[in-house]
C-alpha cells in the first residue's frame, strides 16, 4: 500500500481528529497502487479510485462511509457496524447512505469483516453483471 494511502487512513480512522469517523469497505486491494483519487459522494461518503501497476486503468478500491451517516458513535463494535452495512434497512438517518450501501451489495453481494477495527471487504471483487431479459430496444 502506498504511504498516501495509509495517511489517508490514519486521518480518517483517529478518532482525535477533527475528521468525523469512518466505516473502510475495501473493494478491491491494489498490490502496487501507482496513484489513487479520493471522490466525494453525496452526504460526505468517500470514494477512492485507483490505478494498479499491473492492470490498466482506474478501479474503484474502497469506500468510507462516515459512521454519524449510520447513526453509530466511533466506539461502536465492528458486529454492530456489519449488522448496519448488511441490512441498509435499518438506516434512517441518511437515506443516500441507504441507497449507496444497497448498490453496494448489489453490486459485490455481501460485507465481510476485516481484521482491523472498522475495516470491512466485500465478498467479490469484480461487479455481478445485470442481465436484461425480454426484447431489448436497439441502442439500449
Do not use: C
Not at 482506474?58 to 462511509?65: D, E, G, N, P
Request: charged share 40%.
Amino acid at each position: 500500500m502506498s504511504k498516501r494511502l495509509e495517511e489517508f487512513y490514519k486521518k480518517i480512522h483517529d478518532k482525535n481528529s477533527k475528521i468525523p469517523e469512518y466505516a473502510s469497505i475495501i473493494i478491491k486491494p491494489g498490490k502496487k497502487l501507482l496513484d489513487f483519487k479520493i471522490k466525494k459522494e453525496e452526504s460526505n461518503i468517500l470514494k477512492i479510485i485507483a490505478h494498479d501497476q499491473k492492470s490498466s486503468g482506474w478501479f474503484l478500491h474502497s469506500v468510507h462511509i462516515p459512521l454519524k451517516n449510520l447513526g453509530l458513535s466511533y466506539d461502536s463494535k465492528d458486529k454492530e457496524i456489519l449488522e448496519y452495512l448488511s441490512n441498509p434497512n435499518k438506516i434512517t438517518k441518511s437515506k443516500p447512505t441507504k441507497e449507496y450501501i444497497e448498490d453496494i451489495l448489489r453490486k459485490y453481494i455481501d460485507i465481510l469483516p476485516e481484521k482491523k477495527k472498522h475495516f470491512f471487504r466485500t465478498e467479490r471483487f469484480k461487479k455481478k453483471k445485470e442481465f436484461r431479459t425480454g426484447a431489448q430496444l436497439k441502442g439500449f
